[in-house]
């Protein structure tokens, strides 16, 4: 289980520690895109693209949306989904939309650049006991499985795998099979992804094969999303990201998950003071129960602290308006991505390390096809540690006060997809960086 390295760094008094190096690695090139042709998908009733989001919880359990797509010429199925444990059995239903959008460059009046999206479907599955594992199926698909997060207020560890800026490449689908693994052997629950999924950057089939690559990792935990960069430009405008993901509600909420509240915020909606994202937030931040909840974290996708050469101060607004906002509530951690590459402060304000501020993560390493941001200015004080390589990382609550953080590093050099040439045995990940955050000082 990836918390009892926690538990063991922490009984030894460590606090944080880089694990692994820099020595003879290779740093990854540019990768294309995964030829389209690997990733179809043309069979009519098969589930496809399958992804996990709670909905809510009622009666101490959880509501899920078991979301899928299916390739039905004319007419949609029935939307149904089940789950089921040793001493129960759980059926959903929901319903099917689809949707078009023109891809970029093209003209309304010519068809051929008009795409219509395959039958996407939200199933319902309501009454989910937490922390337990259940098995699941979305119309006749494979068996897959999830674990369930615990409820807002016990004292279970909560368990997550952190990634963003992912795309599909080889790199990408390095990361994510391995998420899903880190995922799996963990028993985690969860998926905490700020923002950039699919590059599909207006050409909207490349949300299809998105979806069917990421399902190796977006079947097996449901995911707190915050949108990124890459799901607004090229005339997305949002659309595929919510109608397929998020969901169409409000693109900044709170949401509950055992001793943590996560608050996802929107990089590119006004951040200003007299924006409705800052107004929402100055409410909202004062009626969370740290009692309750004692973690708060914030999600966004342009990192507000980042000593590399690329995206240089594109939160900065964001930054002066809801920093302050952030220090007074006592955020613990900020997760952020849109640099590809990974960093992580120290608590730190206004540039300045600073006791009990948030520690901010930048998690945009996840291999899409832009090369990695291997150019960093000078460490300043605040930067603890900084890779320019893809990964991914873990995150784990282990009480009120405690948490563990690791980050790992995906292997050396180039994987190739399934049905090119596959290593015979993939490569070890290596636990690059490693931290533990006792936050009990800062507890009042």
């Not at 129960?289 to 990192?303: E, G, M, N, Q, S």
Request: glycine share 8%.
């Amino acid at each position: 289980m990836l918390s009892l390295l926690a538990v063991a760094l922490a009984a030894v008094g460590t606090s944080e520690a880089r694990i692994g190096g820099n020595d003879n690695w290779v740093r990854p090139a540019p990768g294309q895109d995964i030829d389209m042709r690997l990733l179809q998908d043309d069979a009519n009733d098969a589930a496809q693209q399958i992804n996990l989001r709670i909905v809510g919880n009622s009666d101490g359990k959880w509501n899920y949306y078991v979301q899928f797509a299916t390739n039905n010429t004319f007419a949609a199925p029935a939307t149904t989904c089940s789950a089921w444990t040793d001493d129960e059995t759980i059926t959903g239903t929901g319903s099917s939309t689809t949707y078009a959008n023109l891809n970029t460059g093209g003209s309304y009046h010519n068809p051929s650049d008009i795409y219509q999206s395959p039958y996407l479907h939200k199933c319902k599955l309501e009454g989910l006991r937490p922390s337990t594992k259940y098995f699941y199926q979305a119309l006749t698909s494979e068996t897959l499985s999830f674990t369930t997060p615990p409820l807002a207020g016990t004292s279970e560890v909560f368990s997550a795998v952190v990634l963003a800026d992912v795309g599909q490449t080889n790199y990408s689908n390095m990361t994510m099979t391995r998420a899903a693994e880190a995922l799996e052997t963990s028993g985690a629950s969860s998926i905490i992804w700020p923002g950039d999924l699919s590059y599909a950057d207006g050409y909207q089939p490349r949300w299809d094969t998105f979806g069917r690559l990421a399902q190796v990792l977006t079947g097996k935990g449901e995911i707190m999303w915050a949108g990124g960069n890459h799901e607004l430009s090229s005339q997305e405008a949002w659309m595929a990201y919510q109608q397929r993901y998020a969901g169409t509600g409000p693109m900044w909420f709170t949401t509950q998950r055992g001793p943590m509240t996560l608050v996802s915020l929107c990089s590119y909606c006004n951040t200003g003071t007299d924006s409705p994202q800052y107004r929402w937030l100055e409410e909202t931040l004062p009626t969370i129960d740290r009692a309750l909840t004692p973690w708060l974290v914030v999600i966004f996708h342009a990192p507000m602290y980042c000593s590399d050469v690329s995206h240089q101060q594109e939160a900065e607004e964001m930054r002066v308006s809801m920093e302050p906002l952030f220090v007074e509530y006592g955020v613990d951690v900020v997760f952020s991505g849109h640099v590809h590459a990974y960093e992580r402060t120290a608590p730190v304000n206004n540039y300045t390390v600073t006791e009990c501020a948030p520690v901010h993560i930048t998690i945009g390493d996840g291999g899409n096809r832009e090369e990695t941001a291997n150019e960093f200015y000078q460490q300043p004080e605040w930067s603890l540690e900084r890779d320019a390589s893809f990964g991914f990382g873990t995150f784990d609550i282990l009480d009120a006060n405690l948490a563990n953080w690791t980050w790992l590093r995906n292997p050396a050099g180039y994987f190739e997809f399934p049905g090119q040439t596959p290593f015979p045995v993939m490569p070890d990940y290596t636990i690059v960086d490693n931290a533990i955050w006792n936050r009990t000082a800062c507890r009042t």
